[in-house]
């Protein structure tokens, strides 16, 4: 039973399975594992200098021959990064109030410093991604400017854009994305909304409500993400209108990714009610694995620094907390999906599994619906 859709037409691909392309984990074995098994390997590209990411892409072109794609940031607070002066003194220093108890349980020494801003790398990142001529480009936190499109569109790249609204789905179609992710809110990781919402319940839809409602917007191919794990979440998706499927906390815990350890042991160990969407890591709404970070710097009222100064202020700590393996600190993105994990296989073993798994409830539901 064939699983091709107009989406592997599209984008030269055997099977609809997308990686979500997390920075800090889809390095380019992983990228270059899933696509070699036919899906859509996406590496990303977040804070990567061009050198960088230049020297990965070619990596990834050395370990396959297939499509793949690289990820980029837009959010408008990185087009150009907040600048330090907007972070008033006080905010500053309820932060790091609250960061100096985490650094005390972990040996590090306290801390009033303001950190380096972010950089400002996206303009130079997607001229790699141009003159690399990357098969696919995906962006979250758009929209992509028309002018990028169209520059990606001469060199015969794909865009593809990650939404988690209907009419931001149109946004990004009329602006001419090839295809759209559309996110629900069991996904794992950065909430996908053009701007930070004022609470992580606004806008929060889920995936079998937001995908046939994205699908009936638009005209594009429609990829469905959130809470997809398996065979059964692909044919799901399927069946409400996608032309495939998007999946991040899954190929988090393979063998590939470059996740932190405890964050892969933690995935394995937890149930789908084990998440919270937080904004305490980076500074952005995003799912994670609830830990001592997620519990105790919400309930000290401090609030979280702007997009990406929050992951700043913190560094010391998850990079002590990666080192010890200590889970209790560690920024560990997670689907709803999480209670479907149960080992840690290959990327290429992932897709096929999920190929076989599609197949076999397809064959399934044939029977049910014959009786």
């Known amino acids: 039973m064939t699983l091709r859709t107009v989406l592997c037409d599209r984008l030269g691909i055997e099977y609809p399975i997308v990686q979500s392309g997390m920075g800090g984990v889809a390095g380019p074995e992983l990228a270059a594992e899933v696509s070699k098994a036919g899906g859509l390997g996406i590496l990303g590209g977040l804070l990567k200098t061009a050198d960088q990411l230049r020297d990965e892409i070619r990596q990834v072109r050395a370990l396959t021959a297939r499509p793949f794609g690289v990820n980029l940031w837009l959010h408008q607070e990185l087009r150009p990064p907040v600048p330090a002066h907007a972070i008033a003194d006080a905010t500053l220093a309820q932060a790091q109030g609250v960061l100096n108890a985490f650094r005390a349980r972990l040996g590090l020494p306290p801390s ?88 992580p319940e606004t806008g929060a839809i889920g995936s079998m409500a937001l995908i046939p409602q994205i699908v009936d917007a638009v005209s594009v191919p429609v990829i469905a993400a959130g809470g997809i794990a398996d065979g059964r979440g692909l044919v799901a998706a399927l069946a409400l209108g996608a032309a495939g499927i998007l999946m991040g906390t899954r190929f988090v ?66 990079a002590e907390a990666i080192r010890a393996g200590d889970p209790d600190y560690v920024p560990m993105w997670s689907g709803q ?26 064959d399934a539901l044939a029977s049910r619906v014959r009786r």
């Open 112 to 199: 009033t410093a303001r950190p380096a801003p972010p950089p400002d790398l996206i303009a130079e990142a997607f001229q790699v991604i141009l003159d690399e001529r990357a098969p696919v480009w995906s962006t979250i936190f758009g929209p992509p400017d028309r002018a990028m499109i169209d520059e990606c569109h001469r060199r015969g790249i794909a865009v593809i854009a990650m939404v988690a609204t209907a009419e931001d789905a149109r946004t990004i179609v009329a602006l001419g994305c090839d295809a759209v992710v559309a996110q629900g809110s069991e996904a794992g990781g950065h909430r996908a909304t053009f701007a930070k919402p004022v609470s």
């Open 253 to 318: 815990a393979t063998r590939e990714s470059t996740a932190a350890e405890a964050w892969k042991k933690s995935l394995l160990e937890r149930d789908g009610d084990s998440t919270t969407v937080t904004d305490v890591f980076t500074g952005l709404w995003a799912r994670a694995l609830r830990n001592r970070f997620t519990e105790e710097y919400r309930a000290s009222g401090a609030p979280a620094l702007p997009t990406l100064w929050q992951a700043a202020v913190a560094r010391d700590i998850s």
């Open 337 to 362: 999906g999480v209670g479907l994990l149960h080992s840690l296989p290959g990327a290429g073993d992932v897709v096929e599994t999920v190929v076989r798994e599609a197949r076999a409830a397809l």
